[in-house]
């Protein structure tokens, strides 16, 4: 009986998105927010939250929003958050019980939405993921391949966009091969000539070359770990897991700088900064790793005769555990430090303790409203990083994130730093229920499995904002050197610091 309802629902919800009824749609989401909060099977759950997405995608299409540039929207904040939901549902179901396309709609529309802010990193990985499962699912394909013309559009290196260039052109053909809804097609049509007026992708020819992943055995596992799961700072990665994308050749791009703001024989304080933001981030990422290596293997000889007492309660106490909150802490810690960086740059002069990626955004003393370099702006790459600050946990009491598991991913850094995550074997102690009992404010219940699953998730976002921080900045170089025209520029060269010089 649900399900009938659902479907009349989902028709009607369809039928008011076509005729711009705003009245049906908003009745629809009173009656979806109902139905949320009844006790009902993940399937029926994550079909509410996709139609309720669908309902708030509708409003935002009719009142024009989806159409403007626009940094801050709130009925996209819920389509993101509600598909989130969805998302979170449905991974629950068998595949095989499903029996629909409803869970490749929800990860397409996700990564759709997240791409039209600026989140192309993890729009790219979402469709990926459906590719992985329908490798044949044409809109899914057509998006990414208008997504890898903008990711490559925002990229300083040249090389780099020929390669994104040519890939966009390819999949966009490849989606018209497959067959797409009438209204897309003609769009793709045109898209493709565009890209033939840049160059004969046709004709294109580059093959990645093998490459060696390391000397020994624990390197080359490190290098292959690292790129299947998309984990190195190199725009490459978010292509191809082959030897060409295993290093970190992610850099901030050159800036134009007023020689009065030069200090004496030293490069402008943004490359120092990013230079320690990399460094962290590749150094939790190693710390995860050889945690995950030897969370499979006995006991390390550091754990031994360490005299513990047994609560009787399968809690573990390794090593590698510890390895793992400390990449999960030292990840968590680079959000706000690229707030440091974002301060710099944009020139913010924000005090110390004013800056976070929270609230770097807004001007003095606001909750909402934008700082001048952001009101105005409209940086594809750096919209993407301020909504991705919005998938964080803020003080309580201040906007909603619009990530479901934000407050969860707060919780457990506050407890690895401050007070006390308990962490359970994952085979013998159901800690997802427990944690909805009351009682956590000391101590709070996480699996072993999933302390390495949400570090690996947290060192996935914050590559990606490294990867939006310096496309961002690529960006606003290419408007200052159309600013300044034909006045002369004299370049500063860096010099790399080479594997043999850290000796």
Known sequence: ??????????????????????????????????????????????????????????????????????????????????????????????????????????????????NHVGRVVEAVSLWDEVLSEHPEYPMSVANRGYAFFWYGQYLYDPGHQGIFFNESYHEIKRALSLGVESHAENDLRQWLNTLLKMDDWESFDFKPQD???????????????????????????????????????????????????????NPPEVYGIFNQLKQEYVSARYMLFDAVCESSNGVHFSDKRVKLYDLMDYRCYRLWIEKTKMAFLSAHAIFDKIAYLVNEYWQLALGAREISLKRCWFAKGKRSELAPPFESS??????????LSKDL???????????????????????????????????????????????????????????????????????????????????????????????????????????????
Not at 245 to 264: G, H, R, W
Not at 422 to 428: A, E, G, N, R
């Open 1 to 114: 009986m649900l399900d009938q309802d659902l479907q009349r629902l989902a028709l009607l919800i369809d039928s008011a998105s076509k005729s711009g009824d705003l009245h049906t749609l908003t009745t629809s989401l009173d009656t979806l927010g109902k139905l949320q909060a009844e006790d009902l099977d993940p399937l029926s759950l994550a079909q509410v939250h996709f139609y309720t997405a669908n309902c708030h995608s509708a409003i935002r299409r009719i009142s024009g929003e989806s159409q403007s540039w626009s940094w801050q929207n709130p009925e996209l904040e819920k389509e993101i958050y509600s598909l989130r939901c969805a998302r979170k549902h449905i991974e629950s179901v068998e595949f095989i019980n499903d029996r629909s396309d409803l869970r490749f709609r929800i990860s397409t529309n996700l990564a759709n939405a997240l």
């Open 211 to 265: 490459e060696s992943r390391g000397r020994s055995e624990t390197e080359r596992s490190y290098r292959t770990w690292a790129l299947e799961n998309r984990l190195f700072l190199n725009p490459l990665n978010d292509l191809w897991c082959k030897d060409i994308a295993a290093n970190d050749v992610l850099t901030f791009p050159s800036i134009i700088v007023d020689t009065e703001d030069l200090k004496i024989g």
């Open 378 to 387: 409209r940086n594809w790459a750096l919209r993407g990083l301020f909504w």
């Open 393 to 503: 946990a803020g003080e309580r009491g201040s906007s909603q994130p619009i990530q479901p598991d934000a407050w969860h991913i707060s919780e457990i850094r506050n407890h690895i730093a401050h007070k006390y995550l308990k962490v359970f074997d994952h085979m013998l102690v159901d800690t997802e229920g427990w944690r909805q009992t009351a009682g956590h404010e000391y101590e709070y219940p996480i699996s072993d499995q999933e302390l390495i699953y949400r570090t690996r998730s947290l060192l996935e976002l914050v590559r990606a904002a490294l990867i939006y921080v310096t496309l961002a900045a690529s960006h606003e170089e290419r408007i200052k050197k159309e600013t300044i025209g034909s006045k002369l520029l004299a370049e500063m060269g860096l010099m790399e610091i080479g594997d043999k010089d850290r000796l």
